[in-house]
DNA sequence: CAGTGGATGCTCT
DNA sequence: GAGCATCCACTGT
């Protein structure tokens, strides 16, 4: 059988939940992506979110309804695709960090310029590029063209951590990934 | 394997 | 001007 297709509803809860049960779930744009294998929680009173402090600038897509894409530059060079979840004024929403790359390899690698199948999408910012996704995709939304979202059909085995990269609330362990996956962008401890 | 530094552009809890 | 939710190339174990 097909899996489900992820709703609005799907996200329209607390980011704890939604992180986990997008581990496994598949992620295609444009037809290119993989199977989720690593995200990050990220919500308005957490210091090392976008959102903490309210809505304001790049962040205001994070406080509107939950199922819609917040893009956002990193680093001047890169771009970082997020979920957005819970409801309305929450400004809550997963990272999405790692994808197993299954559909559309030769794309990824054209996009990639490597043809190393576990480097495609072993981060956030080489997942964007392997996908095609840039801000001219911020705030689209998640159950339409050109994202297509699969719920998983097993659940996995689940490892957290702490999250990669930020320098506020470091201990807070809201990192999730696929136990014993090769495509995270850094392992597990 | 770990650690370091540069690239680069936007926001400024 | 500082600080990034990063990546890559390079160095040294």
Known sequence: MKPARLTREFFDRSVFAVAPELIGATLLFRGVGGEIVEVEAYHETDPAAHSYGGPRGRNIVMFGPAGYAYVYRSYGIHWCLNFVCEGVGSGAAVLIRALKPVT????????????DERLLCAGPGRLCQALGITGAHYGLALDAP????????????????????????????????????RFV?????
């Open 104 to 115: 559309g390899l030769h794309t990824m690698r054209r996009r990639r310029r490597t043809t």
């Open 146 to 181: 050109p994202f297509e979202l699969f719920a998983r059909t097993a659940t996995p085995a689940i490892v957290t951590g702490r999250r990669i990269g930020i320098t506020k609330a470091v201990d807070e362990p809201w990192r999730y990934g696929l136990a014993g996956s």
């Open 185 to 189: 962008s850094k392992p597990f401890r």
